[in-house]
């Protein structure tokens, strides 16, 4: 309404001076106002607000003005309708781009998910691979430790024994004739070696592969090796197997044992305990085996990261590759804690 307004100012003072009160009323009555009504403005406050002093261009006749009036308005709905057509024009371009760009986004989004899925799978499947490798690797390996056993048992400690006994003879007949006193000594000697190298020997063949587990299963076999294993280094290994454990299948309790064997090595070689427990439990047709130890602990993220940890990474692929879950709780001084659950 302002600028209407401001236009009938504009228009008004068109008109000649004589016919300025006829030409005041038809503007005034062009835009509804009467002169007169309160808050009315006559034409010359009107004209004086609007312009001051300055006389803007005059026409010469009233159709001249309704001309202009005519051309004003029809001047602005043009523009107007312009205005929309092209706002709407700009406004669906826009519209267009971001659409676009989204479509192009979401398909980036999706073929980025597409990628990352097949490197997922390809990865799964390289693992599975490894897996199934290294299960094949410790098949093997358990078979070469169970022909090496039985070489050392039937061929070399029966070579020892008999070199043994070999010499307890020659000794008894030097003992039986004087001034052999010397000889005698050193034959004792040898014969200790002997017996010491057989017992060395035993040993070895035991931990390639342990009859005892294959004959009196798992708890007797752990026993009897936490015994020895505590006693060669002067260690207090406690064991301790639930009474509820059940039976353990062949390939379940290897693997276990296995466990024990590489987790005590490496408390004997890094942890610098005085006690150890190793404790075996069963929870429905779950085992669980735990091997706690007093030592000086370590960092285990520095520890894998710098590339160590080469028996903590034997023992997680032999549970893995059973199906199992292996966690190791430790920190420096606090000692270590070794977890390994295998399903039945």
Same mark, same amino acid.
């Not at 309704?66 to 107007?80: G, K, M, P, V, W």
């Not at 061929?155 to 000889?183: W, Y």
């Given at each position: ?290 091997? &706690?130890?007093?030592?000086? *602990? ?5 520890? %894998?990261?710098? +590339? $160590?940890?080469?028996?903590?990474? #034997? !023992?997680?692929?032999? &549970?893995?590759?059973?199906? *199992? ?5 430790? %920190?420096?001084? +606090? $000692?270590?804690?070794?977890?390994? #659950? !295998?399903?039945?």
């Amino acid at each position: 309404m302002a600028f209407r307004a401001v236009f009938a100012c504009l228009l008004t003072i068109a008109f000649p001076l004589g016919a300025q009160e006829a030409r005041q009323q038809r503007v005034l009555a062009l835009y509804a106002t009467t002169p007169g009504a309160a808050g009315a403005l006559t034409f010359e406050a009107t004209y004086q607000k609007t312009f001051g002093d300055a006389l803007g261009p005059r026409l010469d006749s009233e159709s001249e003005y309704i001309d202009l009036a005519r051309f004003s308005e029809t001047t602005y709905d043009e523009a107007l309708v312009r205005f929309l057509r092209y706002g709407a024009l700009v406004l669906f371009v826009l519209q267009t781009a971001l659409i676009t760009g989204l479509l192009l986004q979401s398909a980036r989004r999706r073929r980025a998910e597409r990628e990352m899925r097949e490197k997922q799978k390809m990865l799964e499947a390289s693992n599975r691979q490894i897996s199934e490798l290294f299960g094949r690797l410790i098949a093997t390996q358990e078979t070469e430790r169970s022909r090496i056993a039985r070489d050392l048992h039937d061929d070399v400690s029966q070579r020892v024994a008999a070199l043994s006994l070999s010499m307890g003879s020659l000794k008894r007949k030097l003992s039986n004739k004087a001034g052999n006193s010397d000889e005698v000594a050193e034959l004792s000697a040898m014969q200790r070696d002997a017996v010491a190298l057989a017992e060395g020997v035993r040993n070895v063949s035991h931990d390639l592969h342990p009859s005892t587990l294959q004959h009196a299963g798992l708890v007797t076999a752990l026993g009897e090796f936490c015994g020895q294993f505590g006693r060669l280094h002067s260690l207090a290994i406690t064991f301790n197997a639930a009474p509820d454990l059940g039976q353990i299948d062949g390939t379940a309790a290897l693997c276990l044992y296995r466990v024990v064997q590489e987790a005590l090595h490496n408390v004997a070689k890094h942890a610098q305990a005085r006690d150890v427990t190793v404790s075996l439990t069963r929870s429905g047709d779950v085992v669980h085996l735990s091997i &706690v130890d007093d030592g000086k *602990g370590f960092h285990l993220a520095g520890e %894998r990261g710098h +590339g $160590g940890g080469l028996g903590l990474i #034997s !023992i997680d692929e032999r &549970v893995r590759v059973m199906g *199992g879950q292996m966690a190791v709780d430790t %920190r420096p001084g +606090g $000692g270590t804690r070794l977890s390994v #659950s !295998i399903q039945q």
